[in-house]
């Protein structure tokens, strides 16, 4: 039933105008405004669902409008039939897709099921996420300054944070979660905030100061970025003709358009993702020696090709270069000029675009954005909701005097879209009217995005904190994001049943590559007449071959 006074429906219709409305050419093409009178937003439950005071769901909705908006004005210069399509979102599906890790399973089993774990390919190569002592090297910890907490990050190594902090790096005696805190929590508490900001840029490590929003937004970094648009288009180059979407006889969107992934763990992965939906060859690129989540494999590589090239070998650049001549889209979701170290960031790309005559799209996803004192760092979610102050105000609604991370990888999904969104106007604008295009998006603006539209009332968030729980509510700040979003799981299962009809929300396909059914959120997007869908199902990183050449299909979809 409706919270009363409050509708998430009309929400939604705000923040899609409001986002309409920001009229800063090339990043919002004007096509949008021909074609936002099309979208219509639907829900069967008009309040929230996730017990969090910002409005994710209204919020990625929005987003969702104007990624069908672009999508269906790239639809428009194919010629075909009469440009006036429906665009469909619907509340249910967009909240499903924002903690889509979580109703995704293999072989029957999800992320928080131990039996998952044997039909998974082990990328965990540093022990970073299987064993609980290092995972914990990345999570919310209080300091020696009074009140003041930071969020370490030992990313997919561990080992650099825990010795940063003066402790071993492995430590198989500690099995419990009780345990482990109360070995790390009082390393932690040997520094004050300036000293762990200073160990953390000395080691070049992910944390982060857990900041509230009002002293965040006293920092440089902070002032600057609440002032910029939630993303960014600009040109690259100018002198490439316009060059039209590959012709094509079916009815999706981006037919023959080759996207080349450089990313792990969500936010980037969902870019190319979605761009799978309307139909791009998408080939992710790893390299064997990097680590990732294996899970999030499941759900992230649906639609796609997976392949690994280690790029600082003569072999792996031979292929990767090949692969490069042909491509349209590129997602760098690696930490700030990790590519470009390589010697493939937006200035090869430049130059390859013009020696070729024809444009091509480069898309960044970062964590704290493209201009500042901190662009240069490297985050992830959890990084970007505490640097923002998401987790002060998560620890505020919980009735609590410190911060909590968000439960799911909200954000990650979020920026996943606005990199979806960017990607797509610079296409169009490489159809209508030529060049290459850089397309920027970042984890901070999500979450600053979020801010802009504001928490819920105060009404909503008392109701939203009695479906919650007890459970919910006595979670703390030590927490792991998997106990926090486990908890607000099992919550959701229990008042929402729906949400989780697999039939509904659903894709299940035999996937080769992990020989089991993997099942993941359907795309959220519709568009009368124009199929949205996976092509393929999941595969693990690097089970396909690095080649343009998908050769015979072997994954079929299953009915649930």
Known sequence: MPVRDYSSLEETKRIFDYLCSLDYEPSSPGAIQEIRKNVEFFASRDAPYFPIPFKETEVTSALKGIEGSLASALWDTRGKGEASHKVNISLEKATAFLFQAYIANVGGYGKLDPEAKKFLKDTDLLQAQSNQYRRMSANLYKTKTPGGYFHIHGSLEASTTLRMIGLEPHRPDLTTHESIVNAIEPAVEHFTLDELEGLNAKH????????????????????????????????????????????????????????????????????????????????????????????????????????????????????????????????????????????????????????????????????????????????????????????????????????????????????????????????????????????????????????????????????????????????????????????????????????????KYCDSWFANGYGQVVSAVKPVVEIEGVDISFKRGSRPNGFDEPTWDFGEEKDYRKEI
């Open 204 to 503: 070049s490590q992910a944390g982060v100061t857990a900041y509230k929003h009002e002293d965040f937004l006293k920092t440089q970094h902070g002032s600057v970025n609440m002032g910029l648009p939630p993303w960014a288009v600009v040109p690259l180059e100018t002198e490439t003709p316009p060059s039209p979407l590959p012709i094509s006889s079916g009815n999706r969107v981006l037919s023959g358009i080759k996207v080349l992934e450089l990313c792990r763990i969500i936010a980037g992965p969902v870019v190319t993702r979605i761009l799978g939906e309307y139909g791009a060859d998408v080939l992710k690129i790893t390299s064997p020696n990097l680590s990732d989540v294996p899970f999030f494999q499941v759900d992230g590589n649906m639609g796609k090709h997976a392949a690994e090239l280690d790029l600082k070998t003569p072999d792996g650049r031979k292929v990767f270069e090949e692969l490069l001549h042909d491509v349209d889209v590129v997602v760098d979701g690696y930490r700030p000029g990790a590519i470009e170290k390589l010697g493939y960031g937006p200035t090869f790309l430049t130059q390859l675009a013009k020696r070729r005559g024809k444009g091509l799209i480069y898309v960044n996803e970062n964590c704290f954005g493209y201009e500042g004192e901190w662009k240069h760092r490297p985050g992830w979610q959890q990084i970007a909701d505490c640097v923002s102050g998401l987790a002060w105000e998560q620890g505020k609604f919980m009735g609590l005097n410190e911060p909590v991370v968000p439960p799911f990888p909200i954000s990650d999904y979020g920026t996943g879209c606005i990199g979806a969104i960017a990607a797509l106007t610079g296409l169009y604008h490489r159809t209508t009217t030529g060049g290459s295009w850089h397309g920027k998006a970042s984890l901070l603006q999500y979450d600053l995005l979020l801010f802009k539209m504001g928490k819920y009332p105060d009404f909503v968030q008392e109701e939203l904190r009695k479906l919650a729980g007890p459970e919910f509510l006595a979670l703390r700040h030590s927490h792991s994001v998997d106990q926090i979003s486990g908890t607000a799981l099992l919550s959701m299962k229990n008042h929402f049943p729906e949400l989780f009809d697999k039939g």
